[in-house]
């Protein structure tokens, strides 16, 4: 399953694993929110209300496509936060993770109150 996340800069698109997550924000789609930023992470606000995954993780790989429950939002880490203890992204809290970014490098354009759109791909 792919979202196409579209900021104007640009577009990403995001590769998602089967889940409960990943489908209820698929069915959500298409939707806008706004851009905020964290460190090396950009998240924003979705429509979808989730609960934390069993397996949700806190430290996470570059590029990985994440929903934050406490925030009801997408977190979309590309490197180092503000409480990153090593090189890579540390969330907030933890966060299940969906999917991968095919490509993250856009993220480091993307400025707090960007309008993001989210549909399907």
């Known amino acids: ?22 489908r209820a924000l698929a069915e959500a789609a298409p939707f806008e929110s706004r851009a905020q930023t964290w460190g090396e992470e950009v998240y924003f606000t979705t429509p979808v209300s989730l609960p934390r995954d069993k397996d949700a993780r806190q ?17 979309l880490p590309f490197g180092r936060t503000p409480i990153s203890t090593d090189e890579r992204p ?14 993250y490098s856009l993220l480091r354009k993307v400025r707090a109150g960007d309008k993001v759109r989210v549909e399907k791909a």
């Not at 399953?1 to 990943?22: V, Y």
């Not at 430290?59 to 977190?75: I, Q, R």
């Open 59 to 75: 430290v996470v790989e570059p590029g990985s496509v994440c929903f934050w429950p406490e925030g009801d939002a997408l977190a």
């Open 90 to 103: 540390k969330l907030a809290s933890p966060c299940n993770v969906l999917g991968r970014l095919d490509d």
């Open 1 to 22: 399953m792919k979202l196409r996340l579209a900021f104007p800069q640009g577009e990403l698109l995001a590769e998602l694993g089967d889940s409960p997550a990943a």
